[in-house]
C-alpha cells in the first residue's frame, strides 16, 4: 500500500504527502531516516492519506514520530478539524477514551530503594488490581457512577482517594467539561460499575523508574525532578466503559455517514459533523469516558502511595508522592488556534498523541506555565520513559501535539512467536528491572525488540522544536495484566 | 500464540498479522459457518482452545437466541461479533456453541449456548476490546466464504 504513495522529504524531521485524489489537505509524517524507512512495513501512511479525506479538515493530516498501523486512524496520528464544517470521529480517538499517562514524584532516591524494589513490586502487583477484565475494590451506585462521569479525577480527591493538589497538576484539571451520562449506553455503564482503580491488561503498565539523566535543569527543577530520584509512570485508561462508548457510537456512526453520504475510505473513520445532534452526543459520551480515565488514574495513584507507605514503612510526608502530571494522549479536544492569522476554535483528534503546549499557555499548569506543558512519554515495558516540555512550535505546526511512545514496529503475533524459548522477564531482570505480568503472552508481546528505540522517537520530537528534552527516567520494576 | 498452524488445518480461520492489534480472517463453507467459526475463533482468541472443545460437566449450560441487523453483510457480520464479545466482555457469558439459523446479507438468528465466565475454569490468554471495522471485508469464494476482521487488543 505504502509504496504507491508518494512520500516527500521536506526537512530532516518531516515527511510530506502531497494531495491527491480526494485528500482535503496535504499529510505531513514527523520521521527522521532512521524511523522512514519503518513505514514501509505497514499501512501507517495510508492512513494518514484516509484522515485527509474526511470533512472540515484543517491544513494537514500528521503523524507522530511514533507512529504505525492502527485502525481508521494511524496510531500516532493528529488531525484538527473546524467546528461547522468539520466531524468528529470516535475511532479517531479509540477505544480507550483518554488513556493516558500520570508521573508521579517521590523523596525517595534510588539509593534508598535499591534493597526493596522485590518486595515493592509484589506489594504493588498484589495490591492493584491487573489483567483483562479485572474489577477493583471500588464497587460504583448509579448515582455515583454519575458523579465519576462529570466530575473526574475530583470524585475521587472528594471520596479520599489522594488530594486537591494533585489535581493542579492533571490535564484540564482532571475533568472534561460537558460530560453527560445520559448519553452514555446502559452497557457503558454497566462495565464501567467494577473497574474504577484498575489497571487493566494489554500495553497498560505500572512501572518505579528512576530519574537516569537531566538535559534541562531548569525545567526538571520546576517540575520537581532530579538525578536519582524514585518516580512513578502510570499508563492506563477508560476500562470497558471507554471501550462501549467509542462502540455504541461508532456503529451509528457508521450507519449515518451512510445517511449523510460521507465518504470514508475505511469504515472505521466513521464520524459525524461536530455541529450535529450525533456529533454532539459522542463528545458528551466522550467526556464521561475521559473523566473516568482521571479518576481511575487518581484512584490508581493513591493506590500506589499506599503500597509505597506500607512497604517501605514511611509516612506520607516522608515519601512525598506528588503529581508530576497526567496526560492523556487518546482525546478530541476543541482548542483554540492560529490557522492564517486568524485564532479558531478546533477539534483536535489525537490519537496516540500528546498534548505539548508551550510556557505562557492558559491551559498549562499555574505552576509549569514559565516553562511550558510536561510532556510524558512512555517507552515500551521496562525501558523507562521520557519526560519533555512543550515548545512554541508545536502550536505553529502540530496543533499543540507530540508523540505518545516508542510505537510498535513488530506485530503482536510475530513479537509472541520470536520470543518463544526466551525468558522476557529473566532477560528484563538481567537488566535490572523487576517485571510480574499476569501472562507470559502479555510479556512476550511487550518485548523491547517490537518498539521503535524511544531514542529515535523523541530526538525528532526535539530536534523539530516540537517539545524538548527534559529527563530521562530508567524502570527499575513493571507490573502489567 | 494461538496455535495459528493447527486452526489452518482446520480452516475455522487463521491469524493475520497487524502491528498494533490482531487480524483474524475466518473461514466457512457456506455463509451459516462462517458466522459460527467467527464465535469459535473470537473465543479461542481470547480463553484459548479448551473452552470451545470441552464443556464442563459441573456447568449448567443456558442457551440464548441473539437477532442481529445491519446495513450489509460486512456491517452485519461486524455488529454479530459486537454482539458475541458484548455477551462476554459485558455479561461475563462464554460461548461454547453458535447455531446460525437463519442468516441473510442484513440479519440474523442465532441459537447461543454458553456458560458464565469463571475465572478459575476459564484461562485468559487475551483481551480483545474491540471488533473494529478497519480492513473489514466479507467476500464469497470457490470453496465459500471468508470474513476479515481486526480486533483492537
Redesign the interface.
Known amino acids: 500500500m505504502t509504496s504507491e504513495i508518494k512520500i516527500e522529504r521536506i526537512d530532516e524531521n518531516r515527511l510530506l504527502i502531497p494531495k491527491s485524489g480526494g485528500m482535503k489537505v496535504p499529510g505531513i509524517i514527523y520521521a527522521n531516516e532512521n524511523i522512514q524507512h519503518l513505514l514501509k512495513t505497514d499501512e501507517s501512511a495510508k492512513q494518514v492519506v484516509n484522515v485527509a479525506h474526511l470533512p472540515g479538515i484543517v491544513s494537514y493530516s500528521l503523524a507522530m514520530p511514533d507512529v504505525h498501523w492502527g485502525y481508521g486512524f494511524p496510531i500516532g496520528g493528529v488531525a484538527a478539524f473546524d467546528l461547522s464544517t468539520g466531524v468528529v470521529s470516535p475511532g479517531g480517538v479509540g477505544y480507550d477514551i483518554n488513556c493516558g499517562c500520570r508521573l508521579m514524584a517521590t523523596k525517595l532516591t534510588l539509593f534508598d530503594v535499591k534493597d526493596k524494589i522485590q518486595d515493592l513490586t509484589l506489594a504493588l502487583y498484589q495490591h492493584i488490581p491487573t489483567g483483562v477484565g479485572s474489577t477493583g475494590h471500588i464497587k460504583l451506585a448509579g448515582k455515583d457512577q454519575k458523579k465519576v462521569l462529570i466530575e473526574g479525577a475530583n470524585w475521587a480527591i472528594v471520596n479520599g482517594f489522594g488530594s486537591p493538589e494533585d489535581l493542579e497538576t492533571t490535564e484540564d484539571g482532571g475533568v472534561m467539561a460537558g460530560a453527560d451520562p445520559e448519553r452514555v449506553s446502559a452497557r457503558a455503564l454497566e462495565r464501567g460499575k467494577q473497574q474504577l482503580g484498575t489497571l487493566g491488561a494489554g500495553n497498560h503498565f505500572l512501572e518505579v523508574e528512576f530519574v537516569q539523566e537531566i538535559f534541562d535543569e531548569k525545567v526538571a527543577a520546576a517540575f520537581g525532578l532530579q538525578k536519582d530520584q524514585i518516580v512513578v509512570m502510570i499508563h492506563t485508561g477508560s476500562r470497558g466503559l471507554g471501550y462501549q462508548i467509542c462502540d455504541d457510537y461508532l456503529a451509528a456512526m457508521v450507519k449515518h455517514a451512510r445517511e449523510t453520504g460521507i465518504e470514508l475510505p475505511d469504515r472505521q473513520l466513521a464520524c459525524a459533523y461536530l455541529d450535529s445532534p450525533r456529533g454532539r452526543d459522542y463528545l458528551a459520551a466522550m467526556a464521561c469516558g475521559a473523566n473516568y480515565a482521571w479518576a481511575n488514574r487518581q484512584v490508581l495513584m493513591h493506590l500506589t502511595r499506599e503500597v509505597f507507605e506500607k512497604t517501605l514503612h514511611l509516612t506520607p510526608r516522608q515519601l512525598g508522592m506528588r503529581l508530576v502530571y497526567d496526560v492523556c494522549h487518546n482525546i478530541a479536544k476543541i482548542e483554540e488556534f492560529n490557522i492564517e492569522g486568524v485564532n479558531k476554535k478546533l477539534c483536535v483528534h489525537r490519537k496516540g498523541a500528546t498534548r505539548a503546549f508551550p510556557a505562557g499557555h492558559e491551559s498549562v499548569p499555574v505552576r509549569y506555565r514559565g516553562v511550558g506543558q510536561p510532556v510524558l512519554i512512555p517507552g515500551n515495558m521496562g525501558t523507562g520513559s521520557y519526560v519533555m516540555v512543550g515548545q512554541p512550535k508545536a502550536m505553529e505546526e502540530t496543533f499543540g501535539s507530540a508523540c505518545h511512545g516508542a510505537g510498535r514496529v513488530m506485530s503482536r503475533t510475530q513479537a509472541v512467536k520470536s520470543s518463544r524459548g526466551r525468558s522476557i522477564s529473566r532477560e528484563m531482570a538481567d537488566r535490572g528491572v523487576v517485571i510480574m505480568a499476569g501472562s507470559r503472552g502479555t510479556l512476550g508481546e511487550e518485548m523491547p525488540e517490537a518498539y521503535k528505540k524511544l531514542e529515535d522517537v523523541v530526538q525528532v520530537m526535539h530536534e523539530s522544536g516540537i517539545a524538548k528534552k527534559v529527563a530521562k527516567l530508567t524502570a527499575l520494576a513493571c507490573i502489567k495484566g | ?2 496455535d ?1 498452524h493447527i486452526d489452518l488445518e482446520m480452516k475455522k480461520y487463521k ?1 493475520i ?6 487480524g483474524c480472517e475466518i473461514f466457512g463453507k457456506t455463509k451459516k459457518e462462517l458466522f459460527a467459526n467467527s464465535v469459535v475463533a473470537l473465543f479461542e482468541l481470547m480463553l484459548g482452545r479448551r473452552t470451545f472443545s470441552e464443556t464442563n460437566e459441573t456447568t449448567e449450560l443456558e442457551t440464548k437466541s441473539l437477532t442481529v441487523e445491519g ?1 450489509d453483510l ?2 452485519l457480520f ?2 454479530f461479533l ?1 454482539e458475541i464479545l ?1 455477551l462476554f ?2 455479561e ?1 457469558w462464554v460461548v461454547v456453541d453458535c447455531q446460525p439459523l437463519q442468516v441473510t446479507n442484513k440479519h440474523i438468528v442465532a441459537q447461543l449456548t454458553g456458560e458464565p465466565y469463571i475465572g478459575t475454569r476459564h484461562q ?4 480483545i ?8 471485508s466479507v467476500k464469497k469464494t470457490k470453496t465459500g466464504w471468508v470474513g476479515r476482521v ?1 480486533y ?2
Open positions: 500464540m494461538c495459528a491469524l498479522d497487524h502491528t498494533a492489534d490482531i446495513i460486512e456491517d461486524i455488529n459486537r458484548y466482555n459485558g461475563g485468559m490468554k487475551m483481551e476490546k474491540a471488533v473494529t471495522y478497519h480492513g473489514l481486526i483492537d487488543i
